[in-house]
């Protein structure tokens, strides 16, 4: 779709308003990647220093201008307060404000957004803690459904078969892989987000996120393993910038893939 609507005016007034939201978002997004791998609710209690345990006040809670305003700095303590806040509720409000952008006011830029910011989530906690929360994968299955069945542009049927394919799998691989290695070759998380993309990207896009997840994390991790560096690979990484990528130039890869790899125009 085009950034522009039939009138030829942008939709800044919308896209203004998609990225105040997940500008909010991503500031609930940070309190579920730094709750959800410990099982902690991300309702209660409510926010605090972690070091002088003073609650944290709405006027200091505000996206990225509180962090500013305080210096990255606890108000009470001085505690710093990582960059990382900050930069996800930008990273969310990006993602809200360019799928508006995109799509327009229409349901598909509502999925895309979401469908960002699960990868996002993922993404984060994944690197810290090495774990992909049930919150992100198996919700974002349930959400990913709910769209296709809500009249989103991946049908029900294709949004069915996606989870089922990208579930069985990296199941799959999992078992052979275990047997074959001796050990755990593949995390459940990996396997339950398999579901999400594919609920969200069809199986087609499983695929293809799979294939672009493990050529990136063989490439990073490759040498490390070879210079005696060996440590966990985060695999949710990888494979959420593989639906990413898939996402926004999946159908540009196959057609390239088609006309210079097989010959086929």
Known sequence: MSFFPPGGEPYWP???????????????????????PSELSVVRPRS???????????YDNIPVVSWLVLRAKCRHCALPIPIMYPLVELAVGGIW?????????????LRAATFGTLLLGIAMTDAREYIIPDEFSIGGTVIGLGFAFAG??????????GAAIGYALLWVIAVVGTKAFGEDAMGGGDIKM?????????????????FLGALIGTLIFLPMKLAGKEKLVPFGIFLAIGGAAHWLMGDAMVAWYRISILGVS
């Open 97 to 109: 404000a360019a799928a508006m952008c995109w799509y327009g006011p229409d349901i598909e830029a």
């Open 194 to 210: 398999m579901a999400m993309l594919g609920a969200f990207l069809g199986w087609q896009g499983v695929l293809l996120s799979l």
């Open 14 to 36: 919308f896209v203004a308003f998609a990225g105040a939201f997940g500008l909010l978002l991503g500031s609930f997004l940070n309190v579920c990647i730094t709750r959800w």
């Open 48 to 58: 605090r220093c972690p070091r002088c345990e003073t609650m944290i006040a709405w």
């Open 152 to 161: 989103g542009a991946l049908g029900w049927q294709h949004a069915l078969l």
